[in-house]
């Protein structure tokens, strides 16, 4: 398969996902990634170190895929369940040859300084690892402090008592280096203006010209579409590994609808990533057992279009990859979303995702229900067919296969999702 993809691209781009977990505030890693490259600079590095730095801000709550630890990571200063995500941070860049080097500073994210370097402590961290994550952890923490003062622009007035604040944890949550090297940083309006959103679209358009083309192998894209897989099907436990099953599924009836090898390669990467957008949805939403209402299905409906903002802007995925993803609910009458269109233009990969999106959620076992058996799952997609809301044909090659089908759509990574 060639899609022309750049990694680096790839990755900035799959950092806005990560940041709709905020719901209302989604530029949380991008602000982290500017102040630690601030950082970097005025402490001399150089500047390979300090980009790797800032795409280590952007990727640092890679293992946050809930509403309510995004909660508690912006509006307590530490608390004791804030360790759990570092460790599945870790766990999902350590496989991941190109990010693997990010995997012990995200792991060490939360970790204060001293239990850090204590000779007497728990962690036994190489120095290089301690430093990089203690940064990233004093400049998280900026921005936490900060966080109540974008939405009304009260932050330059609150600027003292948050350099005071970070001050204060001199030698305990921080390394004293880094303390003094943040409060140089910070002592100009320009630090602070530049975490201001119009600043940091800037930022990451500059960012994106400057930087060495980074080319991704097929293998590359489908390992990082499958990290953020996990990450969506972590966010709650009804959808656990669905991103993975469907994926898979589609795969399986493009085969057999004779799609090409490159557009399966491409169908897959679709299928892992098509509820990225679910990462903005509250938890309680996603988690609620009972029939949604009208105001919750409105916002869980939006999801297939935030999918469709992120991968529209990844050069080489934008006229097949984000359009298959985005069209998931749009049904062959026009009566599906977000952008009710009729079949005539649903292209046969789109098509197909459909099916197989609905398909695993029905086959795939969920907390409050097991997974529908061969005649249950028949006898509901027929009857989709019939109302005109799934493709006919696609459904048919799913009919005639649907054992097999069962058995790839039902996840197959359960002991990764636990960590989660």
């Known amino acids: 398969m060639s899609l022309n993809a750049d990694l680096r691209h790839v990755i900035h781009a799959l950092s806005d996902a990560l940041d709709l977990v905020g719901v209302d505030d989604v530029a949380h890693g991008k602000r ?3 102040m630690a490259a601030a950082c970097a600079r005025v402490a001399g590095l150089p500047d390979d170190e300090a980009d790797f730095l800032f795409d280590l801000g952007l990727l640092h709550d890679i293992g946050v895929s809930s509403t309510r630890t995004h909660t508690h990571l912006v509006q307590l200063f530490d608390w004791e369940g804030s360790q759990v995500h570092c460790q599945v941070g870790e766990a999902l860049l350590a496989g991941f040859p190109p990010l693997a080097a990010m995997a012990q500073p995200v792991r060490y994210h939360h970790t204060r300084w001293e239990d850090l370097r204590s000779p007497g402590g728990a962690q036994h961290v190489a120095p290089q690892v301690a430093r990089q994550a203690n940064l990233i952890f004093l400049v998280d923490r900026v921005d936490a402090l900060s966080a109540p003062h974008h939405a009304d622009n009260t932050l ?3 600027t003292a008592d948050i350099r005071s604040t970070i001050a204060g944890h001199s030698g305990s949550y921080f390394d004293p280096d880094w303390v003094a090297v943040f409060l140089e940083a910070s002592r100009t309006e320009a630090f602070w203006l530049s975490l201001e959103p119009r600043a940091v679209q800037a930022c990451l358009l500059e960012r994106r010209d400057r930087s060495c083309t980074w080319p991704a192998s097929v293998v590359e894209l489908r390992q990082l579409a499958s990290i953020f897989a996990r990450i969506v099907d972590a966010k709650s436990p009804f959808t656990a590994e669905h991103s993975l099953g469907v994926s898979r599924l589609a795969r399986y009836l493009a085969e057999r609808l004779q799609v090409s090898p490159e557009n399966c390669d491409k169908l897959e990467i ?14 309680e939403i996603l988690d609620k057992p009972s029939a949604l209402d009208e105001r919750e299905r409105r916002i869980i409906n939006t999801h297939s279009f935030e999918t469709f903002q992120i991968l529209r802007n990844i050069d080489g995925f934008e006229a097949e990859i984000a359009p298959w993803a985005a069209w998931h609910h749009e049904e062959p009458g026009g009566n599906g979303y977000p952008f009710h ?5 649903l292209p046969l990969e789109a098509r197909i ?13 969920r907390p409050y229900r097991q997974g529908l058996g061969v005649a249950q799952v028949s006898g509901f997609i027929e009857a989709l067919v019939r109302q005109g809301r799934i493709e006919g044909r696609v459904a048919g090659v799913l009919l005639d296969n649907v054992v097999e089908a069962m058995s790839v759509a039902r996840p ?8 989660f």
Do not use: N, T, W, Y
């Open 156 to 158: 330059l007035d609150a």
């Open 32 to 34: 982290v990634g500017i």
């Open 412 to 419: 197959v990574f359960q002991d990764v999702a636990r960590i």
């Open 353 to 365: 995702l459909r099916v197989a999106d609905i398909f695993q959620a029905m086959v795939q076992e």
């Open 270 to 283: 679709a299928g892992l990533l098509h509820d990225l957008g679910k990462l903005r949805v509250p938890d």
């Open 341 to 345: 269109l009729e079949g005539s233009v």
